[in-house]
C-alpha cells in the first residue's frame, strides 16, 4: 500500500464509451500527477496538478480530460478513445512539485491497466 | 528538453553485484531518482542525488556525476526478489514532474 489508490485496476471499454479512472491520495501531498506507461516506453507525463490548479498538460489528446476537485483526488475522464491508448495509467503524488528542493519524490499507485476494443 | 537513456535488460546472478546505469541530459538538473517497479505494481521510490557522490541506503547505492550527466545504481548481495525494472528519472528546474527513462529490466538467476 502506497497511499496513492487508483480504482478501477482494470478497465475494457469501447471506443465510444465513456468512462473515469479515479486516484486518491491518503499523504497529505499537494500535487498530483497522471502518467501514462505503454509497453516498452518511458513513463509519459500527462498532466500535473498543484493545489487543485492544472498546471502542466503535455500536449494530451482531447480524448483525456483530468479533474482535480480536491488535492487528494485526482479524476481521468475517457471518451472516443483509440486503441492505441491502451496502456497502464498510473497516478502520483508528492508533496510540492520541486521548485528550489528537488528532492520531492512521486508516489505512485498501482494503475489501472486499461485496455480499449 | 530531457534525454534520458538506459540499457534496456539486465541479467545477474543471485548473491552477486549488478550496476545499471543512466545517461541524462537536461536544461536545468534538479535532482535525479531511482525507482523500482516489479511487473504489475506501482514504482517505489528507492534514492535521490542531487549532488555529486554515492549516496548508500542497505543493498542499494546510486551514484551522480553532473558534469558527465551520469548515475548509476548499484545494487549489492542481489536476491531473486530484486528481478523488477529499474526506472531513472530526473527533475528540471522549468519543469515540476519528473521525465522517466524507459527503465531497465533486471533479470536475477539462481
Not at chain 2, 84 to 110: H, N
Amino acid at each position: 500500500e502506497t497511499g496513492v489508490t487508483q480504482t478501477p485496476r482494470h478497465l475494457v471499454m469501447g471506443m465510444t464509451n465513456k468512462k473515469s479512472l479515479k486516484c486518491e491520495q491518503h499523504l497529505g501531498h499537494n500535487a498530483m500527477y497522471w502518467y501514462k506507461q505503454s509497453a516498452k516506453k518511458p513513463l509519459e507525463l500527462m498532466f500535473v496538478y498543484s493545489l487543485e490548479e492544472r498546471v502542466e498538460n503535455n500536449s494530451v489528446p482531447s480524448r483525456f480530460s483530468p479533474e482535480c476537485p480536491n488535492s487528494s483526488h485526482l479524476f481521468l475522464h475517457l471518451h472516443t478513445l483509440q486503441p492505441e491508448d491502451s496502456a497502464l495509467y498510473l497516478c502520483a503524488s508528492s508533496l510540492g512539485t520541486g521548485g528550489s528542493n528537488g528532492n520531492t519524490e512521486a508516489f505512485f499507485g498501482q494503475g489501472t491497466r486499461l485496455t480499449v476494443v | 528538453g530531457q534525454n534520458i537513456d538506459q540499457p534496456t535488460e539486465m541479467t545477474a546472478t543471485e548473491g552477486a553485484i549488478v550496476q545499471i546505469n543512466c545517461t541524462y541530459q537536461t536544461s536545468g538538473f534538479n535532482g535525479l531518482f531511482w525507482y523500482q517497479q516489479h511487473a504489475g505494481e506501482a514504482p517505489t521510490f528507492l534514492s535521490y542525488n542531487v549532488l555529486d557522490g554515492l549516496e548508500e541506503k542497505g543493498r542499494f547505492s546510486s551514484f551522480l556525476s553532473r558534469s558527465k550527466g551520469y548515475s548509476y545504481l548499484l545494487l549489492k548481495e542481489l536476491q531473486m526478489k530484486d528481478s523488477a525494472s529499474y526506472l531513472c528519472a530526473v527533475r528540471d528546474t522549468g519543469r515540476r514532474a519528473l521525465t522517466f527513462g524507459s527503465g531497465t529490466r533486471l533479470q536475477v538467476q539462481p
